[in-house]
């Protein structure tokens, strides 16, 4: 075994749970580490995991809604408070990157006062990082219902927020974040070793229909709701016959 796995930090929707964080995803790749997405709750339970802080090289934000991105600052704060020396990459979605440099001078958060270099790195669809892995940002449609309040207001928000396609050790795993609709991600699971689908934005009959059709080796469903809502789900799971999905808990490891 090469130790590559996923550790799901956070599981819970956009809706803030007492037992469970916000949307968060460490990826561990031989003695590195990589972040994706930091919700709420997710530095506490990075820590609980047993995770070493310095092991993160890299940090990657899908969109910029705060169950995916409020605890950003605290996590970058961790990383000051235990000395990180080594430089951190942070991919925001390119219409963030501004609004981020200047937030975090607001909270003190000085890139000139941190003992690392902090290496901001602005993307768009399209965007491939090819290092220790893979990874492609696939665009989907989830911010666009915003598009009328954006013009009203004349923001300067782009809409940006991307899924994840990513491949390592030729293992391919593929993070929905969030979407619009199902359609957004469809054609690109075939063939994954691992899907983790968000559930919040999907109709489950939908997926359930799909994953009859396709090879996939592992689903794990997140972005969950009440236990109520967790268990209509397994109900479904179950009643489809399908035996490759699970629901997402935190604290979860999926080895690749």
């Known amino acids: 075994?090469?130790?590559?796995?996923?550790?799901?930090?956070?599981?819970?929707?956009?809706?803030?749970?007492?037992?469970?964080?916000?949307?968060?995803?460490?990826?561990?790749?031989?003695?590195?580490?990589?972040?994706i997405d930091c919700g709420g709750g997710v530095t506490s339970s990075f820590l609980r995991r047993g995770l070493n802080p310095l092991a993160v090289?890299?940090?990657?934000?899908?969109?910029?809604?705060?169950?995916?991105?409020?605890e950003l600052p605290l996590f970058l704060q961790l990383l000051h408070l235990e000395k990180r020396r080594e430089p951190v990459k942070l991919y925001l979605p390119a219409d963030f990157v501004e609004p981020m440099r200047r937030f975090l001078p607001a909270l003190y958060i000085i890139e000139d006062k941190l003992p690392f270099e902090l290496d901001i790195v602005g993307y768009e669809e399209g965007f491939e990082y090819n290092d220790v892995f893979k990874l492609k940002a696939v665009g989907n449609k989830h911010l666009k219902a915003y598009k009328e309040l954006i013009e009203i207001n004349q923001l300067s928000n782009k809409m940006q927020c991307c899924s994840f396609d990513i491949e390592i050790d030729g293992k391919r795993v593929f993070y929905s974040a969030d979407i619009a609709t199902y359609d957004d991600i469809r054609p690109h699971l075939d063939g994954r070793d691992v899907v983790i689908l968000e559930s919040t934005h999907v109709a489950l009959e939908e997926f359930i229909e799909h994953a009859r059709s396709i090879s996939v080796g592992r689903y794990v469903i997140t972005h969950l709701g009440t236990d109520e809502e967790v268990g209509e789900i397994n109900r479904m799971i179950s009643k489809a016959g399908l035996d490759n999905v699970t629901t997402a808990v935190d604290g979860m490891e999926i080895p690749l």
């Open 1 to 35: 075994m090469n130790g590559n796995k996923i550790i799901i930090l956070g599981s819970s929707s956009g809706l803030p749970q007492a037992g469970r964080a916000c949307s968060g995803y460490a990826l561990k790749t031989g003695d590195s580490l990589s972040l």
């Open 57 to 70: 090289e890299r940090i990657f934000i899908s969109h910029t809604h705060p169950d995916h991105v409020i």
